[in-house]
Structures are given as C-alpha cells and as structure tokens.
C-alpha cells in the first residue's frame, strides 16, 4: 500500500476487508463505505479518493464505518455490490449497497452520499450521485 492508504487503514473506523469478511464487516456496521481502491499505480486517482473517504471518516465519526477492500479481493467485491469502475466508494446500509460513487468527484457529491446513507430510510434530500 501507500502512505495515504496506510494513514487510511490506520484511522479509527476503518478495517481492511477481504471477500471472506465482509458480511461480518457489514453485520457489524449497518451504515458503511466499502472503499475500492483500484490499482494505485494505473489509476492514482484513487489517492484522491483515499484522502476523501478519510474525511468523511472524521466528519462522519461514530455514525459509519470503512471497510478498505483488500486489492486481491476488489474483483469478487465489485459484482456484490454493483461496482463497475474503480476507484469506487460503495455506500452501504444494512448489507446493501444503496449507491456507488465511482472515480473521482467533487466534495459534495461524496457528502451527499453520506447524507443520503445516514438519512432515515425513505427520506429524501433531493440530490444526485456521482455512479457514472
């Protein structure tokens, strides 16, 4: 890994997951990012998202967790939950993955996310993700 993911991977809140650990991952934690980091020195893009997901770690602390996929495993993760381009941050509630946010983005559409991830389920915020 790189010193941006190991700072990530350190961070209160986040676990590294493999394809074996994720439904205890995500039983534990019913609100999640999985983040899909992709292969760093093709796609360093994927730094980028890194330095995101661990500020909305820190804005978001106690209310969701991060399960960093292991890179061996991100090929078995993706299908389950609906990602298609790396890097991805899978927004996950309650084993389910609600929205994808793929690549890089702009603040707000990860916060929005967020936003919508934590809202009470059926509640609207009227925004729209960034999964393309």
Same mark, same amino acid.
């Given at each position: *890994?790189?010193?941006?993911?190991?700072?990530?991977?350190?961070?209160?809140?986040?676990?590294?997951?493999?394809?074996? +650990?994720?439904?205890?991952?995500?039983?534990?934690?019913?609100?999640?990012?999985?983040?899909?980091?992709?292969?760093?020195?093709?796609?360093?893009?994927?730094?980028?998202?890194?330095?995101?997901?661990?500020? *909305?770690?820190?804005?978001?602390?106690?209310?969701? /967790?991060?399960?960093?996929?292991?890179?061996?495993?991100?090929?078995t993760? *993706?299908?389950?939950?609906?990602v298609?381009?790396?890097?991805?941050? /899978?927004?996950?509630?309650d084993?389910?993955?609600?929205?994808?946010?793929?690549? *890089?983005?702009?603040?707000?559409?990860?916060?929005?996310?967020?936003?919508?991830?934590? /809202?009470?389920?059926?509640?609207?915020?009227?925004?729209?993700?960034?999964? +393309?």
């Amino acid at each position: *890994m790189s010193a941006i993911l190991d700072a990530l991977a350190a961070e209160p809140g986040c676990e590294t997951v493999r394809a074996a +650990t994720l439904d205890d991952f995500l039983a534990r934690h019913p609100r999640a990012l999985v983040f899909l980091t992709g292969d760093i020195v093709q796609r360093p893009e994927g730094l980028d998202v890194a330095v995101v997901v661990r500020q *909305m770690l820190a804005k978001y602390a106690g209310q969701l /967790a991060v399960g960093l996929v292991d890179r061996r495993d991100e090929g078995t993760v *993706m299908p389950r939950l609906g990602v298609v381009v790396l890097p991805a941050v /899978a927004y996950v509630r309650d084993g389910t993955a609600t929205e994808v946010v793929a690549r *890089m983005r702009d603040w707000p559409v990860f916060i929005q996310a967020c936003e919508r991830l934590l /809202a009470p389920a059926g509640a609207t915020t009227g925004s729209v993700g960034g999964n +393309t």
